[in-house]
């Protein structure tokens, strides 16, 4: 079984947030950029899935764009066989990136796994919508993947701690919510090596920007809806504690 | 106004909150248009809750859910609707629906919904993007729309008159996916959807050793210990813990938030508490907006001080 992980680096949140001047779109000159979180746990259950001896190859995939080759040589030091980047025009935002990584995904991979979503996928969520493209199935929300006879066995997560198992027949594109353990961390000396070692593949196209769509008109924090009032000291949170018959 | 459909969903027979939040929406947008609801197998029997549906539309089939079946299913009583606005839960069932409704019917799909309204000759639409940090508004005169669960009120979509129940048939669809069955959560040593003090910990956190340092605050105040996601996700506490959308919500009488950021997921479990606390270094976190006390100083010196002082 021959596994695909889609990997895309999204702005980090714990960085602050401005709009730009158009009043539509994040300024992103300053911005922090790390790999979308989701996607960290579709990598981390992909190479669990291989050193399981369930799948033969894990290949990273990512559109070009912010530290994307960092991201790629350290999905590679995680445990991934290649990398690919997609350069080209016509990718922005999750619906045509879905459109562009239809074009450039043969049938050469039985899994393709993603995170199962991203805090900037506005226009849908990436993998069910490349699925529908390709014409195979999807799960989102998948905790869990095991191999099996046509396909594979999967964990959908619904609510409460509530799940379902199906099997799958591949190719499926499975929205990744959480690998079946906390994903491996690369140390920096051997993203490094890899960086010498190995390459990154390159694949360029054009991809189609005339699928629906809808328009922005802003961007904006969130109005403020009276909001907290903020404490100057512990004093103050202990007396309320108090208060509320907590302490 | 216009015709808008609603793609409900359903477990163990009950109709989830979502599918009447988003029906009363519909109701209120359809202003002279009509107002239908999709629903699946045997919720067929239960279609007298949709008060506010005009229509409720019966899918023959499995009670069981099925990312495909149900997808397809939906995409075909759609397709000869053909209504102006598609509501889908922004949730575990809508994400492997919404999304291939979008593609095949070529409507354009806008995530994370908190707001929508009639605009013009369409819609305009409101989205949390960004764990809530940014309110993103767009427009379209044609959309499949994914709803946040508890952006609109489930009452609306109980009341009104009767709906006329009809029966649709679509074809098999293919069974490239089949449902084997429903894991239920493992029992929790505590309960805390029953817990009257919550201390509830997020990334902030920063690593396991540090969950000590909450739990000596639970301890302290009595309270149980709660988490957000990242925390499950990160292994230091069991999914019984985890607040939010896919895990339990909760109604304690306070609900202590140490070191989380407020995404829209966690909100989902948590917002409707009548005391919440927060303390995050972000000012700008989106919690602060469901809190009603704050403060932005270091987690662990303010569990400390609380200690020494108690």
Known sequence: ?247 | MGNILVVTEHMKGEFQDISLEMLGRARQLANGGSCSAIVFGGMKDRASELGAADRVLCVEGNDDFNPEAYASAALEVIQAESPDLVLVGSTSMGMDIAPVLGVSMDLPVISYCSGIENSGDGYEFTSQLYGGKMDVKSSASKAVAMVLAGSFSADEGKSGGSANVEDVSVGASSSRVQFKELIEPEAADVDITQSDILVAVGRGIGSKDDIEVAQELAETLNADLACSRPVVDAGWLPKSCQVGKSGLKVNPKVYIALGISGAPEHLEGMKDVSTIIAVNTDKNAPIFDVAHYGMTDDLFDICEEIGDSL
């Open chain 1, 1 to 247: 079984m021959k596994i695909a992980v889609l990997l895309k680096q999204v702005p980090d949140l714990a960085e602050e947030l401005e709009v730009d001047d158009s009043g539509k779109a994040l300024d992103t000159e300053y911005i922090k950029f790390r790999l979308n979180e989701y996607d960290e746990h579709a990598l981390e259950e992909a190479v669990c899935l291989k050193e399981a001896g369930e799948a033969s190859e894990v290949t990273a995939i990512a559109l070009d764009g912010e530290e994307v080759d960092k991201a790629l040589f350290t999905a590679m030091a995680k445990g991934a066989d290649k990398a690919l980047k997609l350069t080209g025009t016509g990718a922005e935002g999750s619906r045509n990136a879905a459109a562009f990584f239809s074009e450039a995904l043969d049938s050469e991979y039985d899994l393709i796994m993603t995170g199962v979503q991203s805090v900037d996928d506005r226009e849908g969520m990436m993998g069910p919508m490349l699925s529908a493209m390709l014409k195979i199935p999807c799960v989102s929300v998948v905790t869990r993947v095991d191999g099996g006879s046509s396909g594979v066995t999967v964990k959908k997560e619904y609510f409460g701690g509530l799940m379902a198992a199906f099997d799958v027949q591949t190719p499926a594109v499975l929205g990744i919510q959480a690998a079946r353990q906390t994903p491996r961390y690369a140390p920096v000396s051997k993203v490094r090596q890899i960086q010498q070692s190995a390459s990154i593949e390159e694949k360029s196209l054009i991809g189609s920007t005339d699928s629906a769509r809808s328009e922005v008109t802003s961007m904006a924090p969130p109005v403020k809806t009276g909001g907290a009032k903020m404490l100057g000291s512990v004093d103050e949170l202990v007396e309320l504690l108090k208060e509320k018959g907590v302490a």
